[in-house]
């Protein structure tokens, strides 16, 4: 059999043809109205005196300002770093083979994410009214010292022991959502290799688990840096408390709320990138290929433009 | 005679009310290489994992090298052990899985060293070079620094092999090694374990491979229900089949 007319030997060879690229109009309506829509709304924050950029700028870098970020990034720290480390504690409890030390985990998880985190606090700082002294000693049995609580638990403490407790009942959930998310077929190997149970969750499962840690945490994180501000019940000097304090005494009040929504915009900032510094770290081993990083993408680019620009300089015009 | 290197007698075992091994014996010399072949759901692969205690026995006992998986006798007592001294019993026993079972996260040569390192406590440079030595065996030495999920599936349970043999293991245990690959990938994973056999290594195989069966078994054990119908030299079992269902299941794979 002879093979069909239309498969003969092409006229042309590839190289002849030229692509024309599909164009996109819509597209570029599309880009020039929401382009438009934007320069309104910067248009309409710079030019209105009524949010008296001027004091904003003045405020910005206040020492008192300053102070209560480092506050509130101190509260964040502390409230994330206990939470987690509890939390892996009570996720790590509540997926053992341990009945009761499931339901406790079951039971804090339970009790904390009730309550609402602002009665939490104001608990929190009323302990000493609660209990006047701390006693250290056998348990139902003689003390060796006591303190006096308001000693032991003083407002920041409160409030970093009351922020880290309620985050420990988030961060429980999502610690369990990560080790659940690990395929069993990877205990099962470590089992079978006669790994330790300890590095079988070190090494093996937690890393894998982490993948699905990390997005959630980051979440949590971001979620408070800005509920940090609920701690202002107590009287805290973080950032929303002291903007407060100095909208009271000066009267320009929206300047002193933008210059907290400013910082806690800078702070989110940060942590959003280093998220996902994190995620690729994470993600080792996952894809094929890492994608590259919007820092390399970018340098990329520009070494190609600066390719094509010294190319077309010494090809002096040649090129279409 | 020597002593059995595994050692499987009487051995029952129920997930609820489903019967899934109902008395089975098994006897594996050293160095013999023993295929088990049934159809599905009978009870292969959980006797498989009933030898290095993967699943726990409803009655009988299991013991590789004389020495009682998951149990410590005394006497004519059987203490069952805590799960620390099982995961060092496991040492002993290689398993592949059919799905690879890679840790995903680590790199081909990291899979291959974590096991000795963190369950034997050897030193690090003797067991890289080991490691690199087993790659080689197993015709991946240039993957060494790649991550399972740049590999084929072949070439992972190569990784996999590596990676139990790295334990020097007295019986190395495979649970359907090529079921998962594609059709061109399985004669490479055959390859390497063909050449394990003919290294004097103790396997005990769960296949529907009867060709590898018939090159390489020393044993052939036909398994229905959970029991062993037939068991013997391949010329017998796959060649001769005494018992009729036997014979049916061979039809249906040959």
Redesign the interface.
């Known amino acids: 059999m002879t093979a069909p007319a239309a498969i003969e030997a092409p006229a042309e060879s590839a190289g002849s043809l030229t692509v024309v690229k599909a164009r996109h109009p819509g597209r570029w309506i599309a880009g020039a109205v929401v382009l438009v829509l934007l320069a309104m709304a910067v248009n309409a924050l710079i030019t209105n005196p009524a949010w008296d950029w001027p004091v904003v700028g003045a405020y910005l870098f206040h020492p008192s300002v300053v102070q209560a970020v480092l506050f509130t990034v101190e509260l964040t720290a502390l409230g994330i770093g206990l939470g987690f480390l509890l939390g892996t504690v009570l996720a790590l409890m509540r997926l053992s083979r341990v009945p009761l030390l499931a339901s406790v985990a079951w039971g804090y998880v339970w009790l904390f994410r009730s309550v609402p985190l602002i009665l939490q606090l104001l608990f929190w700082y009323n302990l000493a009214a609660l209990y006047k002294y701390i006693s250290f000693g056998v348990p139902f049995g003689p003390a060796f010292f006591s303190v006096e609580s308001m000693d032991l638990i003083g407002p920041v403490t409160a409030a970093a022991l009351g922020l880290a407790l309620h985050q420990a009942a988030y961060a429980a959930e999502i610690v369990r959502g990560g080790f659940l998310s690990v ?1 069993p ?2 205990m ?10 300890a ?1 079988q969750i070190f ?2 499962q937690l ?2 688990a982490m993948r699905t840690i990390v997005p959630a945490a980051g979440n949590e994180i971001i979620g408070l840096v800005k509920g940090t501000s609920v701690v202002y019940v107590m009287a805290l000097p973080e950032l929303f408390y002291q903007v407060q304090v100095i909208y009271n005494r000066n009267g320009r009040v929206i300047a002193m709320l933008l210059v907290a929504a400013i910082w806690y915009l800078l702070l989110t900032t940060v942590l959003s990138v280093a998220q996902y510094y994190v995620e690729r770290r ?1 993600g ?5 290929a890492l994608p590259p990083t919007p820092v390399q993408r970018l340098r990329r680019v520009l070494a190609a433009r600066l390719a094509a620009r010294r190319r077309a300089a010494e090809g002096g015009g040649e090129a279409r | 005679m020597s002593a059995p290197m595994v050692d499987v007698r009487g051995v029952h075992k129920s997930y609820g009310p489903l019967k899934v091994l109902r008395g089975v014996d098994l006897q594996v010399r050293p160095g013999e290489v023993t295929v088990i072949i049934g159809p599905s759901g009978s009870g292969k692969s959980t006797l498989l994992r009933t030898i ?1 205690h ?1 699943e726990k026995i409803d009655r009988g006992y299991v013991t590789v090298d004389g020495e009682f998986i998951g149990y410590r006798r005394s006497g004519n007592r059987l203490y069952e052990l805590r ?2 001294d099982i ?5 002993n ?1 290689g ?1 592949v ?1 059919q ?1 690879f ?7 081909v040569r990291q899979n291959v060293t ?2 000795p390192l ?3 406590g050897r030193p690090r440079d003797q067991v890289e070079a080991l490691a690199d030595e087993l790659l080689e065996q197993v015709g991946l030495a240039d993957k060494a620094d790649a ?4 590999l084929s599936g072949g070439q992972q349970q190569r990784v996999a092999i590596a ?2 043999l790295a ?1 020097r293991p007295k019986v190395v245990l495979f649970d359907e090694p090529t079921s998962a690959l594609d059709p061109e990938l399985v004669g490479e994973v055959l390859e390497v374990m063909k050449a394990l056999a003919r290294s004097g290594t103790t396997m005990i195989v769960v296949t529907h491979e009867i060709g590898f069966a018939r090159e390489v078994a020393d044993t052939v054990v036909f398994m229905d229900a959970g029991r062993i119908i037939e068991h013997g030299p391949p010329s017998e079992v796959l060649d001769n089949p005494r018992h009729e269902r036997t014979r049916a299941f061979l039809g249906k794979v040959l």
Not at chain 1, 188 to 197: C, D, K, Q, S
Request: aromatic share 8%; proline share 7%.
């Open positions: 395929d077929g990877q099962e190997a470590a089992a079978a290799l006669g790994i330790p149970r590095r090494r093996i890393p894998q994470f080792r081993g996952q894809a094929r | 290095n993967l799960e620390r995961l060092r019993q496991r040492v026993i398993f899985f799905h079972n890679l840790f995903p996260h680590l790199t974590e096991a963190s369950a034997q991550y399972p999920r740049q990676r139990a334990l």
